[in-house]
């Protein structure tokens, strides 16, 4: 699921910022973002808007892989050694 999630960052599938707002309910049926299976009303979807695209829908485990992977590409370089 990972893996899927870096690939669509990679190409820009997924944005690599920040939504503008954000959402949680139940789910609806609509495809993940992240792994492309369906968010069951059973489960959590998550609604992601950003300024410049339509709503992005994902799983909660979805979500949150995409959230750290946008983490650890906007964090700044640090230097070792001082």
């Known amino acids: 699921m990972d893996s899927t999630?870096?690939?669509k960052l990679a190409a820009g599938v997924l944005p690599t910022h920040k939504p503008v707002n954000s959402w949680a309910g139940f789910g609806t049926?609509?495809?993940c973002d992240g792994c492309d299976q369906p968010i069951?009303?059973?489960e959590v979807?998550?609604?992601l808007d950003f300024a410049e695209s339509a709503t992005l829908r994902?799983?909660?485990t979805c979500?949150?892989?995409w959230r750290a992977l946008?983490?650890?590409t906007t964090q700044p370089a640090t230097s070792?050694?001082?």
């Open 29 to 31: 049926g609509a495809s």
């Open 45 to 47: 979807e998550h609604e």
């Open 58 to 60: 994902f799983h909660t």
């Open 63 to 65: 979500e949150a892989i």
């Open 5 to 7: 999630i870096e690939r």
């Open 70 to 72: 946008v983490a650890q």
């Open 40 to 42: 069951l009303a059973t």
């Open 80 to 82: 070792e050694g001082a």
